[in-house]
């Protein structure tokens, strides 16, 4: 089979045939039609990841066809359309992920290749009325999203919501998901044209963080808000609770411009907000989200297609952020 082999540090696209996987009880070999980029996969390539082994196929997003099964999996996959859920192992406590949780792509080989390989815990059932391309955006942004949105930041109708960077793919699930649950949702972005994109698809306003004064022009516009969901840190990061509302909640899941900076905690603990951190989610949490989208009829953006042979061009259009939605390598 063909997969993207990360060699080295200086070889991270090398495109080479492989052998296909062999198969062990309970798993299912997956023959993948399109795979979607991560920011995590893009710190892989450049060696700022923990645990980064060479080769490798890196890779989370995915979806398929089950091609094969192994023994004690269950017949009726073998041939099903399929999305795979890339956390593994998570345990058995939902508030936090186990010793042995692990993400597709790192440290088992991933999903940009031809096959991959997983258990068959990982299997749900494709949205039929989406395409590949689309399939394969939900798994890493979905799960996250619908983790922060839902089960951290318990977000309900009415709410107000902030999503920080909404032109991410993470940024972009969670304002659909957001305005499908029927709240009222704002952005920020660092360039006009995707705040014009993210109104369009229903946000009632945004600014632009790069602005001194963006947080004040937020409060004016929002009135405060229920829950913000924040994947930056930085130094923006300390404005957030002059925004939020009482009680209301700050979840966040990356920390791209830099760690959490000097924070006045006093007006954390008298308005009583939640700053919570959350990465990936539950097999509860992942089925609960797709049956969401479902049920929404959810659309996920994609902003660009590659195929396999130009993946090293998905990975530059990433690496310039230039994307509104996923990038996505189709096989």
């Known amino acids: 089979m063909r997969a993207l082999v990360l060699e080295s540090f200086d070889n991270p696209f090398a495109l080479k045939e492989v052998e296909k996987p062999a198969l062990q009880a309970g798993e299912v070999l997956v023959q993948v039609k399109a795979a979607a980029l991560n920011r ?3 710190w892989i390539t450049r060696g700022k990841y923990a ?6 196929i890196i890779g989370s997003d995915g979806a398929g066809v089950v091609a094969e099964i192994g023994e004690g999996v ?3 996959w073998l041939g099903k359309e399929v999305i795979i859920n890339p956390g593994d192992k998570w345990g058995d406590d939902p508030n936090c992920q186990s010793k042995e949780f692990n993400i597709l792509g790192l440290p088992d080989n991933g999903t940009f290749a031809e096959y991959v390989k997983i258990s068959d815990r990982r299997l749900y059932r494709k949205p039929q009325y989406l395409t590949w391309e689309q399939t394969a955006a939900i798994p890493v942004a979905g ?3 619908y983790r922060a949105l839902f089960t951290k930041g318990k977000a309900v109708k009415g709410n107000t919501v902030l999503i920080v960077g909404v032109g991410s793919g993470t ?7 957001a305005l499908a649950a029927g709240c009222k949702v704002y952005v920020t972005s660092g360039s006009t044209e995707k705040l014009d994109i993210a109104r369009k698809m229903g946000a009632t306003d945004g600014v632009i963080y790069k602005d001194a004064d963006w947080d004040e022009h937020l409060k004016a516009m929002s009135g405060g808000f229920d829950v913000i969901i924040d994947s930056a840190l930085g130094e923006g990061f300390a ?3 002059d925004i939020c509302k009482p009680g209301a909640r700050i979840v966040f899941f990356g ?3 830099g760690d959490i900076p000097p924070t006045n905690g006093r007006k954390i603990f008298w308005k009583q907000l939640q700053i919570l951190g959350t990465t990936l989610g539950t097999q509860e949490e992942f089925e609960a989200m797709v049956d969401f989208i479902e049920e929404h ?9 590659f195929p396999l042979e130009d993946a090293k061009s998905a990975f530059q259009k990433m690496d310039n952020s230039t994307q509104f939605g996923k990038i996505v390598i189709k096989m």
């Open 40 to 42: 995590r996969d893009w």
């Open 51 to 56: 645990g980064i082994k060479y080769p490798s």
């Open 74 to 76: 269950d017949p009726k």
């Open 143 to 145: 799960l996250t999203a």
């Open 171 to 177: 940024g972009a699930i969670a304002l659909q998901l």
């Open 239 to 241: 404005k957030l609770p």
């Open 255 to 257: 920390g791209t411009a």
């Open 297 to 305: 009829h959810i659309i996920p953006v994609v902003d660009a297609v």
